[in-house]
């Protein structure tokens, strides 16, 4: 079974462009996180999907960000106009059951570099 | 004030040795702790995953999770050089949220 997936690997923009990340999530996980690390600070919470809902979206930074997941599979993750600040590692995560033992399953993340 | 801390490392140790790996955190309302490991270019991978106070073995690894102190450990018992990672903890509240609160991570050596 695929992992959850991830495109691009790697961004490299100036200031001011924008940008598209998106996740492709494990088959069948209605559950589909983001979230994002900035160097030398720990993994943060963006938001998260039930489907095609935005069940909690109170980790988005800012207005410049805008995520999407139309139809309730892939999901993508917009930035725009993207400023030097939003440099990191953007991790997206799937979950199959959001019970008590929910396991949230991570991609191998897409690396944003912002000049 | 961070909610979760956790001592960034690096931690370097011998093959064979016992690893200790601690977080401490400040919101009493978490109630599910994990210990996920990161491979260098790779995503976080679930290590181990405890509910409340207790202790979870699993092969080499051992969670353990002291509600009273706020303090969680994951213990490794003889360590091996495919161990050589960064190792998080992670922990959420029950309820409405399944957001994931992290520590920043250890770098952990195990030298051949």
């Known amino acids: 079974e695929a992992g959850v997936t991830q495109f691009p690997s790697h961004s490299v923009i100036e200031k001011g462009q924008t940008v598209t990340l998106r996740c492709d999530p494990i088959?069948?996980?209605?559950?589909l996180y983001w979230y994002r690390r900035v160097m030398g600070k720990e993994i943060k919470f963006l938001l998260h999907?039930?489907?095609?809902?935005?069940?909690?979206e109170s980790g988005m930074p800012n207005n410049r960000f805008l995520a999407e997941r139309t139809g309730g599979t892939y999901s993508t993750l917009k930035v725009q106009p993207a400023e030097l600040e939003d440099s990191g590692v953007y991790f997206c995560?799937?979950?199959?059951?959001?019970?008590?033992?929910?396991?949230?399953?991570f991609g191998p993340g897409t690396r944003l570099l912002v000049l | 004030q961070k909610e979760v801390e956790q001592d960034p490392g690096p931690l370097s140790v011998p093959e064979g040795a016992i690893v200790s790996l601690n977080c401490t955190y400040s919101?009493?309302?978490?109630?599910?702790f994990m210990w996920y490991r990161q491979y260098s270019r790779k995503g976080p991978e679930l290590l181990m995953y405890?509910?409340?106070?207790g202790n979870k073995e699993d092969g080499r690894f051992t969670a353990q999770v002291d509600k009273s102190s706020k303090y969680i450990s994951l213990f490794i018992r003889d360590s091996q050089p495919s161990d050589s990672a960064t190792y998080l903890c992670?922990?959420?509240?029950?309820?409405?949220?399944?957001?994931?609160?992290f520590g920043t991570g250890t770098l952990l050596a195990v030298q051949p």
């Open positions: 405890t509910y409340s106070s």
């Open positions: 999907f039930v489907k095609e809902s935005k069940q909690d």
């Open positions: 919101n009493s309302a978490f109630q599910y």
């Open positions: 995560a799937s979950s199959q059951d959001p019970g008590s033992v929910e396991t949230q399953y």
């Open positions: 088959s069948g996980h209605d559950n």
């Open positions: 992670a922990m959420r509240r029950s309820g409405a949220t399944n957001k994931l609160i």
